[in-house]
C-alpha cells in the first residue's frame, strides 16, 4: 500500500538534519494510536517493510537550517506488509490536524490518501529514485559503517548481499537465486551527500533499470530498493 500525507508546518524553517525528525513523527503517530503499536515496530529489532520520501518544495539551504518557499510538503510512506499498512495508515488517520514537535518547528498532519499501485507482470522496470538511495556496508569486526554509490560496482554488490541476508526470511531461500540474477543498471545517475543522524552519507539519486522476477520488482516497489532495521527516508523508488 502507498500513502499520500499532506504536510503543514507552522514555520518555514526546519532542520537540514530533518530526516530524523520524521522517525519521530512515525514513532509520536503510532503511539497517539496505541502504546502497543509503538512498542511493536520501534521497541525491537525486526526489519521495517516500508520506506518513504518526502516533498518539500523548493528549498534554500542556509548555513544552520532548510527555509521552505512555504509551508506546505507531501509525504509519502509505502511498505509491503498489508498488516502495516493498516497499523499506520490507522495511526496517521488520528494524527490529523494534531501538533507534533518538528525539532524547532511543528508539523500537521492535514489529509491522507491511498495512491493507486502499480502492477508487475514482466521482469524489466525503470525505477525512478524518489529519495537517495543509501547502501550501507557494515563490518562487524570493526563496527563501522561503509556507504557506496550506484557508479560503483561494489555498490550493486553489496545491495544485492544485503537483499539476499534479509529477504529470505520474508519469501525463503528460493529468493537467494533470484536476486543473483538480479541486474541493476544506473540510468541518469548522479551522486549526492545527504545529512543524517548528523553524519553525511554519499548516495545515489537518477533512476535505474531493474531486471528481475515480477514478485521481486513488486517487494522493491513497496519496500524500498534495500533493507534496514531503520526507516530514514531512503531507497523508495517510483515507476517511470
Not at 135 to 164: A, F, P, Q, V
Not at 183 to 194: D, E, G, R, S
Request: hydrophobic share 35%.
Amino acid at each position: 500500500m502507498r500513502l499520500k500525507i499532506n504536510l503543514e508546518f507552522k514555520e518555514k524553517k526546519i532542520d537540514k538534519d530533518f530526516r530524523v525528525k520524521f522517525l519521530s513523527l512515525f514513532k509520536k503517530s503510532l503511539q497517539l494510536n496505541s502504546e502497543e503499536l509503538f512498542q511493536k515496530y520501534y521497541k525491537n529489532s525486526n526489519e521495517k517493510l516500508f520506506t518513504y520520501s518526502v516533498n518539500l518544495g523548493k528549498l534554500k539551504f542556509e548555513k544552520d537550517f532548510i527555509e521552505m518557499e512555504d509551508n506546505k510538503g507531501t509525504l509519502y510512506f509505502s511498505t509491503y506488509d498489508y498488516e502495516i499498512a493498516i497499523d499506520f495508515y490507522n495511526s496517521f488517520l488520528k494524527s490529523l490536524h494534531k501538533e507534533f514537535k518538528f525539532g524547532d518547528n511543528c508539523v500537521y498532519m492535514r489529509n491522507i490518501s491511498t495512491v493507486k499501485e502499480r502492477i508487475f507482470t514482466e521482469n524489466k522496470v525503470i525505477f525512478k529514485l524518489v529519495s537517495p538511495l543509501v547502501i550501507r556496508e557494515h563490518n562487524k569486526e570493526t563496527n563501522k559503517d561503509w556507504y557506496l554509490t550506484m557508479d560503483n560496482s561494489k555498490g550493486i554488490e553489496i545491495l544485492k548481499k544485503n537483499l539476499k541476508f534479509n529477504l529470505p526470511n520474508i519469501f525463503g531461500d528460493k529468493i537467494v537465486k533470484d536476486i543473483d540474477e538480479m541486474t541493476i543498471k544506473p540510468i541518469n545517475f548522479k551522486k549526492t551527500v545527504v545529512l543524517n543522524k548528523g553524519q553525511m552519507i554519499e548516495s545515489s539519486l537518477g533512476s535505474i533499470e531493474v531486471t528481475a522476477s515480477p514478485y521481486l520488482l513488486d517487494y522493491l516497489y513497496k519496500a524500498g530498493m534495500s533493507t534496514s532495521k531503520s526507516s530514514f527516508g531512503f531507497n523508495m523508488v517510483d515507476v517511470l
